[in-house]
């Protein structure tokens, strides 16, 4: 079994950048690809950002590309989302991911393991 757990949030002013990690432990060797989610208030959880076992592959949902990049260090079993210009609509909480494939862990359906959960929010 694979344990994720997430840091990092917090409130920061519109425009302003935060980063967040997620480290992994357990049975993390082989294809195992990290990615984030999020959950704003009112709202249904959606997929954030993905990066594949190498590092090489990444994905990002449209809303958020150019402004927040992905990446991993897979020495310290880590991956980390470096948000960028953030605005108000970006509050959410952030959920880290694992899965088997940089596909699946795009899907929520498909998504082996979860963390608890980090607050970011972004005042206007």
Same mark, same amino acid.
Do not use: H
């Given at each position: 079994q694979v344990q994720?757990?997430?840091?990092g949030g917090g409130l920061v002013q519109a425009g302003g950048s935060l980063r967040l990690? @997620? !480290?992994a432990s357990g049975r993390?060797?082989?294809t195992f690809a990290m990615g984030w989610f999020r959950q704003a208030p009112g709202k249904e959880r959606e997929?954030?950002? !993905?990066?594949d076992w190498s590092g090489i592959s990444r994905a990002y949902t449209d809303s958020v590309k150019g402004r927040?990049?992905?990446?991993? =260090?897979? !020495?310290? +079993?880590?991956? =980390?989302?470096q948000m960028n210009s953030l605005e108000p609509e970006d509050t959410a909480v952030?959920? @880290?991911a694992g899965a088997l494939s940089l596909e699946g862990v795009q899907r929520q359906s498909r998504? +082996?393991?979860?963390?608890?959960?980090?607050?970011?929010?972004?005042s206007s």
């Amino acid at each position: 079994q694979v344990q994720v757990v997430e840091s990092g949030g917090g409130l920061v002013q519109a425009g302003g950048s935060l980063r967040l990690s @997620c !480290a992994a432990s357990g049975r993390t060797g082989g294809t195992f690809a990290m990615g984030w989610f999020r959950q704003a208030p009112g709202k249904e959880r959606e997929f954030v950002a !993905a990066i594949d076992w190498s590092g090489i592959s990444r994905a990002y949902t449209d809303s958020v590309k150019g402004r927040f990049t992905i990446s991993r =260090d897979k !020495a310290k +079993n880590t991956v =980390d989302l470096q948000m960028n210009s953030l605005e108000p609509e970006d509050t959410a909480v952030y959920y @880290c991911a694992g899965a088997l494939s940089l596909e699946g862990v795009q899907r929520q359906s498909r998504v +082996n393991t979860w963390g608890k959960g980090t607050l970011v929010t972004v005042s206007s």
